[in-house]
């Protein structure tokens, strides 16, 4: 337990439904991370918001929108996927984002048919 | 963008045996950072490295930040069963996680 949270844990979905993923933390940090984990490949960083501003977008498509209400939750609104975006998608979050260190969540599975 | 050579990309190994892995990049980081990512888990920091030439132990774990800072080595050290899973290894110029570069990965597999 690192004490960021992630439901649904998988997810099953058609390219036409529209799904959010969601992310909490518990650790009092201010920045948290979107990212991609596919197999055999490094771990993809999405996005990044720091005291709910996004500091970074990584050139994700905008079937992708995150979205960040304040500093302990993230969402991660999905619509019109592909099937190549199937893969683990993991939250991390950090005290601030110029900090090192990370804490990750245990990802959601996603499987778009 | 810069990226990270992690190997070996699996290993097959009997408990009780020691295990060593690297990574190594075409251009220098200033920390480096090794986690360990357990069957449908998220990664967890294992050990964290900011000087050439530092190494740093965590249990059985030892990890090493190379000397010309473009590559990092870790040791486990007498295998067990719970040492399954994926270990990767994370670079970063700064102190700024999300600006780290991520290894592929080393799978790791102990047989009891």
């Known amino acids: 337990e690192t004490g960021v949270t992630q439901t649904p844990r998988h997810l099953v979905m058609g390219m036409t439904n529209k799904k959010s993923l969601k992310c909490e933390q518990h650790?009092?940090?201010?920045?948290m991370y979107w990212y991609k984990q596919s197999a055999k490949k490094p771990l993809e960083l999405m996005f990044v918001?720091?005291?709910?501003?996004?500091?970074e977008n990584n050139s994700v498509p905008s079937r992708f929108s995150p979205e960040c209400p304040n500093s302990s939750h993230l969402f991660l609104h999905l619509h019109t996927l592909q099937p190549e975006d199937s893969a683990l998608y993991l939250c991390a979050s950090s005290p601030r984002d110029t900090t090192d260190t990370q804490y990750f969540g245990p990802g959601t599975r996603l499987t778009v048919l | 963008g810069q990226q990270l050579n992690q190997s070996p990309q699996s290993m097959f190994i009997q408990e009780g045996e020691d295990v060593s892995m690297n990574c190594t990049s075409s251009?220098?980081?200033?920390?480096w950072l090794w986690y360990k990512q357990d069957p449908g888990e998220g990664p967890v920091l294992l050990i964290a490295?900011?000087?050439?030439?530092e190494l740093t132990s965590n249990g059985r774990l030892t990890a090493q930040f190379g000397i010309t800072r473009k590559d990092s080595f870790l040791n486990i050290s007498a295998s067990i069963p719970s040492d399954v899973g994926i270990y990767f290894c994370?670079?970063?110029?700064?102190?700024?996680?999300?600006?780290?570069?991520f290894g592929d990965g080393t799978t790791l597999t102990v047989k009891p």
């Open positions: 994370a670079g970063q110029l700064g102190t700024n996680a999300g600006k780290s570069t």
């Open positions: 650790l009092g940090h201010n920045a």
């Open positions: 918001y720091n005291f709910k501003e996004q500091t």
């Open positions: 251009s220098i980081f200033n920390t």
């Open positions: 490295l900011y000087k050439a030439g």
